[in-house]
């Protein structure tokens, strides 16, 4: 659905078609995690806007569509509407506001919170881009404004103000009583003992209410229901398999988790549509059926279409656009080039300008209709090409040419916990292999054995030492047990049980961690009596690059933004360590950095573990700062000798704001006229400490 999101607002252009988003909510069926307030928001303004919607698009990825709703009742009775010069009691509106699911805060900053101060309401509504400020003169209301939540500053006037309910159900003392009664009628046993009843029956939303939605409400609707009467319903040849997917997932989640008896679930069908109910939905409204075959019955219309060639880029060919210059050779039609970024635009330039292929840069789509050059590009995070066969017309879009690789999207994962060294299961564990008990060392699993303590059976995990001793461990303790990471598991040593040689082993490493911290906090010490240079930053400039920043920043991410800022304004040496798992914004943070430093008139200095590494650097660092006169070079064997030479020389003159490359920046020849600051992208010490060498110097 995003993906095709993105295709129709670039191929709508100027054109007022509403696209209106209907988000998932973004958690596995039956967690325990409730949906964030932005999505909650997105979803109730489209809710409240779609019955009423006369011309629009509605993109629903299957899952999303297979999620049963509050009724549009519920909608209708939860909103309202303030008007200036409305008669306004503030107590009465902060109980309403309550009821509906509002949170009462000190300063409103988020979707679903409101604050009173004197005769002033803030409130943030549902399925609003901003805040509003309603000023009050007695009980009248005298203005609304809407306001910025991070300066708290108001924008503009305006004469009236819809509020949408903070949730997808009632939490009002009708909506308590409802979900209790439905909550007894379906569940045995105490409720009282459920977390989730007592913290509904105390007018709590618990994370994960929103799946007992329908024990809120006497009935459910479905997206279907919202739809206006004239719509249509287009689907992709994929829906069918999609929704039998997420059905049987949902499935697997209620048997894998319907045996707690403090968070009992709900059957499927009464939260979810079962595939036989989506295509009947389907059925009341006309339908058209996308496909990528074609089509010899009548009844359908097949399109002067054609699949996209792949025009891979091959960086090791002698003539990397051959394939590229083959097609273009035998299209008679246009050809509008779609890159990601402005400088992944300008990228794509410099590279075909280079082999002769010159392009002319367009604004957008309409703008490339409106003229009659052949080739053209633009700027379009496009993820498929387009190719009409009548007329000929083609659209290249960047995976077409680099493959998955330019596609920079932020991968969101889960917190997990070493799942490699502690065993969950004791599925995992293979006869002889070796583990390690945390206070017996290493010995192999034998497997499972019953024995009888005392008057009960127990199962006990069997593990063999040096000797032939045997060592049972209650499963109750499997916790004591990890995975043995050491050298091959054939030849793993396994220490004797009462000879001291694992408190041996472990003293030793405790040891080895003491002259570690030692030798740390003697460095630390010199670092605190060390002065560096301390830097300035130009916020206004600063938050212009960070605004270009096309992602959000986790707040892991941000929080080592800011670490890293605050250490460039202090004036001792500084030294961060920044770790996280491939996609998780590590780059971002050192593109911050340098951008600081950069801006102060200091080099930086990128350093790579490799060739491959530095070239993608290379690319990232300049699509990240196209907007920005700031000169970025690498030294890497893809550059030739005089390309190098060039490149020092300009070094050495201050000509180069930016260096990337491998170990060839720890050479003797390179030189910096001022340098300010160091990225080491490398996970080897003895390369760390020669670059902290450089610095020295």
């Known amino acids: 659905a995003a993906q095709l999101d993105s295709a129709l607002r670039f191929f709508l252009g100027e054109n ?8 998932d909510w973004e958690t596995l069926p039956y967690d325990a995690f409730s949906p964030h307030q932005d999505i909650i928001s997105e979803r109730l303004a489209a809710l409240a806007q779609l019955p009423t919607l006369r011309r629009g698009i509605l993109l629903v990825p299957v899952p999303t569509l297979m999620h049963r709703l509050a009724p549009r009742d519920y909608l209708d009775a939860h909103s309202l509407l303030l008007d200036t010069g409305q008669t306004l009691g503030l ?36 399925g609003s881009p901003l805040p509003y400020r309603i000023e009050l003169f007695d009980e009248e209301v005298e203005s609304i404004r809407r306001f910025d939540p991070e300066s708290q500053r108001s924008i503009e006037s305006v004469g009236q103000v819809r509020l949408l309910p903070a949730r997808e159900f009632p939490l009002d003392e ?17 409720p009282q003992q459920s977390p989730v009843y007592r913290d509904v029956s105390n007018a709590l939303a618990p994370s994960g209410i929103e799946y007992y939605l329908p024990l809120f409400h006497e009935r459910t609707h479905t997206l279907f229901d919202y739809l206006p009467d004239a ?66 019955s009548a009844h359908g219309t097949n399109f002067a279409t054609a699949a996209p060639p792949s025009l891979n880029l091959d960086v090791r060919a002698a003539n990397p656009t051959a394939t590229l210059e083959a097609f273009l050779a035998g299209f008679d039609g246009r050809v509008l080039f779609a890159a990601e970024t402005t400088g992944r635009r300008e990228y794509l330039l410099e590279l075909l300008r280079g082999h002769d292929i010159h392009p002319s840069p367009v604004e957008n789509w309409t703008d490339f209709l409106d003229n009659d050059t052949r080739l053209g590009i633009t700027v379009a995070p496009l993820e498929q090409g387009l190719l009409l066969t009548d007329p000929p017309l083609a659209i290249i879009a960047e995976p077409q040419l680099f493959g998955l690789q330019v596609l920079q999207r932020r991968r969101r994962k889960r917190a997990e916990r070493d799942t490699d060294a502690i065993i969950r299961n004791l599925a995992e564990l293979t006869i002889g292999a070796p583990v390690v008990h945390e206070d017996h060392g290493v010995g192999r699993y034998l497997g499972l054995q019953t024995l009888r303590v005392g008057d009960t059976d127990t199962e006990f995990l069997t593990l063999e030492y040096a000797g032939g001793d045997k060592l049972y461990v209650p499963v109750s303790s499997l916790h004591l047990i990890s995975r043995y990471t050491g050298a091959a598991p054939d030849s793993a040593p396994l220490h004797k049980l009462g000879s001291g040689q694992w408190e041996k082993a472990k003293r030793k490493a405790t040891e080895k961690v003491r002259d570690v911290a030692a030798e740390l906090l003697a460095i630390y010490a010199r670092r605190e009596a060390r002065h560096g240079y301390q830097y300035h930053i130009d916020e206004a400039q600063y938050r212009a690059f960070a605004a270009e920043f096309p992602f959000e920043e986790t707040p892991d991410q941000q929080a080592a933004i800011d670490n890293v800022l605050a250490s460039m304004r202090d004036d001792k040496p500084m030294d961060h360590l920044v770790c996280g798992d491939v996609g998780f914004g590590k780059t971002e943070v050192a593109m911050r950095a340098a951008f600081v430093a950069v801006q102060a008139g200091k080099q930086v200095a990128l350093l790579t573990p490799t060739t491959l590494l530095t070239r993608q650097h290379l690319e990232n660092f300049r699509d990240r700062f196209a907007n920005w006169p700031v000169r970025i070079e690498s030294l890497s064997r893809f550059r030739s000798k005089q390309e190098q030479s060039q490149v020092l020389t300009d070094l050495r003159e201050g000509k180069v704001d930016i260096l990337i490359g491998t170990h060839k920046l720890l050479q003797d020849g390179v030189k910096y006229r001022n340098l300010g600051l160091a990225i080491i992208d490398e996970d080897k010490a003895q390369t760390m400490l020669k670059m902290l060498d450089v610095l020295d110097e």
Do not use: K
């Open 174 to 190: 009708n909506g308590i009583t409802r979900f209790r009664q439905g909550w007894r009628a379906r569940f045995e046993g105490d």
């Open 16 to 23: 007022d078609v509403p696209l209106v988003p209907f988000p």
């Open 91 to 126: 107590e009465a509106m902060r109980l309403r506001l309550e009821a509906a699911g509002y949170r009462c805060v000190a300063t409103v900053m988020e979707h679903g919170e409101f604050a009173v101060r004197g005769s002033l309401l803030d409130l943030y509504p549902m």
């Open 231 to 296: 719509s249509l319903i287009l689907t992709t040849d994929t829906v069918e398999q999609a929704a039998q997917t997420f059905w049987q997932e949902i499935g697997e989640r209620h048997e894998q988790l319907g045996h707690d008896r403090e968070r009992p679930l709900l059957p499927p069908v009464e939260m979810f549509l079962p595939v036989p109910e989506v295509f009947a939905g389907f059925r009341t409204r006309p339908r058209v059926q996308f496909q990528h075959f074609e089509l010899e």
